[in-house]
């Protein structure tokens, strides 16, 4: 049995839970979300905690049940707390700000690439290389970031472009000199 989908979701105290057949909304003080979850697995609310079962014990069935629970709480999760993502420049003139709701970034092309955020996400710079993106689903925050990143991926020679924070770019060595 899977051991994620097997724990339990503590809801906390501001949040609250309704369960309409496969349809999971959860409200919380930071907004609200709701998700269809696959027709393989059951959720059950027991008083402060929110249990998510298989209904049979198929290939599907163990496939989806750590997944549909990993969602759910990452539901409780951000309407309660909400989630970031931090994100570094690197390089010599490389920078980025924010106009109105969008990210404009200046990393070494021709033109400046904007970026425009969806409903329920945020984005915020630092010291013009260090970017925020905030918000309240896991998945849009993160799909944000990558496109983010996907601007200008770090180079392995001198470690310019965009990166997440603390992520470890491995360097190659340059060209050996003439002899």
Not at 17 to 46: F, N, Y
Not at 52 to 65: K, M, N, P, Y
Request: proline share 6%.
């Amino acid at each position: 049995m899977s051991r994620i989908g097997k724990r339990p979701i503590d809801i906390p105290n501001k949040v609250t839970v309704t369960i309409d057949g496969q349809q999971v909304a959860v409200k919380g003080p930071k907004g609200e979300l709701s998700r269809i979850l696959p027709a393989e697995v059951s959720v059950e609310q027991e008083g402060e905690t929110v249990l998510v079962l298989r209904r049979d014990e198929s290939r599907t069935a163990r496939q989806r049940h750590g997944l549909s629970r990993t969602l759910v709480a990452n539901m409780v999760e951000g309407v309660s707390n909400g989630f970031e993502k931090r994100l570094q420049i690197q390089g010599v003139g490389y920078r980025a700000q924010v106009q109105g709701r969008n990210l404009i970034l200046n990393v070494g092309y021709s033109k400046p690439v904007e970026i425009v955020p969806p409903e329920g996400v945020q984005v915020a710079v630092e010291n013009n290389t260090n970017v925020i993106v905030s918000g309240i689903n896991k998945e849009i925050v993160g799909n944000i970031a990558a496109r983010i990143r996907a601007v200008r991926p770090p180079e392995p020679y001198k470690g310019k472009g965009i990166r997440y924070a603390g992520e470890v770019v491995r360097r190659k060595a340059g060209k050996a000199g003439k002899k």
